[in-house]
């Protein structure tokens, strides 16, 4: 049995996106290029039509993987996000005790996990930890260089 895979409504839509991008551009372009290198004549030494080959190979691995994703996904109904518990499509916003600092994130699914821009996947430690839990709690995550304990601030849409 496959996995369920959460989407927000815009993680959905980006990936629609980007399959339809792939499909169509990506596969006439490189199309193209192994057309061109074709052309040169022999292609058992030729490396434009290896390098082509390769693009057109990892074009369709990625197709594959955005259709399997998106036959898989479950859609968050934004409607059910509540702000009492944190849940995937919460907005959280937490305090690091020991540093004093604080931060926001969003709880996403973890094809849509992005930490650099505060996206932070309910799989990884710091959204299982906080996963459930309400606003004032203090949770402790285990993490590489030790443990950090968290204050959640507040819970939003």
């Not at 989407?7 to 959905?12: I, K, P, S, V």
């Not at 199309?31 to 039509?49: L, P």
């Not at 190979?57 to 702000?83: H, N, P």
Request: no cysteine.
């Amino acid at each position: 049995m496959s996995k369920e895979v959460i989407l927000t409504a815009g993680g959905y839509d980006k990936l629609l996106e980007e399959l339809e991008h792939l499909t169509n551009a990506r596969r006439r372009e490189v199309a193209a290029r192994i057309k061109s290198a074709i052309e040169f004549g022999d292609i058992s030494e030729n490396s434009e039509y290896d390098d082509a080959k390769n693009e057109q190979a990892f074009i369709e691995g990625r197709i594959t993987q955005v259709k399997d994703v998106l036959a898989k996904a479950s859609l968050i109904d934004e409607k059910k996000i509540t702000t009492k518990v944190v849940s995937v499509g919460s907005r959280v916003k937490l305090l690091d005790v020991e540093e004093n600092e604080e931060f926001e994130y969003m709880m996403v699914g973890s094809v849509e996990a992005d930490p650099e821009n505060h996206r932070i996947s309910n799989e990884s430690p710091v959204g299982q930890a906080i996963l459930g839990r309400k606003a004032g709690e203090a949770i402790q995550v285990e993490v590489p260089s030790g443990t950090i304990e968290y204050r959640i601030i507040e819970i939003s849409k």
